[in-house]
């Protein structure tokens, strides 16, 4: 058998799988079964109270520098990627909000958030007084990380 005969098959159903997976990225709340998910949303999302202090942030991979993002009271930071086959695909973020701060915290790395998000897409992270929290629909949050 030859090297063409082996792959091509392969491939096409990849392809096939990685098209009928995907939900449009603008739909943050819908829920779909797939099988294999290939692209994400990550959110993060400034859930303070008081609006005296923004929060500052600044996300990147091994890859991508995200830059630094200033949030008010309710504006979010989101950003959306395909994950990468060979690579793991890792994301993390550090936090700041006045004196407090949590260093190289992931927000995203396909071994965990690739079976916490794949229904949605999405995952998000959601900063306040107490800590940082996490929930793949925007709702029912749990808390991952309390601030230093």
């Keep these: 058998m030859s090297y063409n005969t082996l792959i091509t ?8 799988a990685s098209c009928i997976s995907q939900t449009p990225f603008s739909v943050a709340d819908q829920s779909v079964d797939v099988l294999v998910r290939l692209r994400f949303k990550v959110h993060i999302l400034n859930g ?8 500052i942030i600044r996300c990147h991979s091994n890859d991508d520098d995200l830059g630094q993002h200033t ?4 504006q979010e930071f ?29 927000v995203f790395k396909n071994t965990v958030e690739t079976r916490t998000c794949k229904k949605t897409g999405n995952c998000f992270w ?20 309390a601030w230093n």
């Design 9 to 16: 098959p392969f491939l096409c159903m990849l392809f096939l």
């Design 48 to 55: 303070f109270a008081n609006n005296a202090k923004p929060l």
């Design 71 to 74: 949030l008010w009271n309710n």
């Design 78 to 106: 989101r950003f959306k990627f395909i994950v990468h086959f060979v690579r793991t695909t890792h994301f993390v973020c550090n936090f700041n909000w006045g004196s407090k701060s949590l260093e190289d915290i992931t």
């Design 126 to 145: 959601k900063a306040s007084e107490d800590g940082i929290y996490f929930s793949n629909k925007n709702q029912s949050y749990e808390k991952k990380y």
